[in-house]
Nanobody, 114 residues
């Protein structure tokens, strides 16, 4: 199983980013996929999950309303559209799949600062 994230960067508050995660080494469609965020000194926290198949998004913080998770099973790709970025969105973002255990990518850094 290999997961490779991309799309992070430095953005000003109010900006947008689209994170991507390319999966390989496993059958992508049948598994739920997730995005997590980690900041130094804190545990990794769940940002969004999308179910298997056509994908139903699940957000631990529905009030956020600024992030949209999606997937393209044909391309084995997972996405996170992040709009109206705020400073608290800063962190390392990881995609993950649970196949017996969690598999993680190397992460992509998102920094929101003016």
């Amino acid at each position: 199983v290999q997961l490779v994230e991309s799309g992070g960067g430095l953005m000003q508050p109010g900006g947008s980013l689209r994170l991507s995660c390319a999966g390989s080494g496993f059958t992508f469609g049948p598994y739920a996929m997730s995005w997590y965020r980690q900041v130094p000194g804190k545990e990794r926290e769940l940002v969004a999950t999308i179910t298997s198949g056509r994908g139903t998004p699940i957000y631990p913080d529905p009030a956020n309303g600024r992030f949209t998770i999606s997937r393209d099973n044909a391309k084995k790709a997972l996405f996170l559209q992040m709009d109206n970025l705020q400073s608290e969105d800063t962190g390392m973002y990881y995609c993950s799949v649970l196949i017996g255990r969690h598999f993680w990518g190397q992460g992509t850094q998102v920094t929101v600062s003016s």
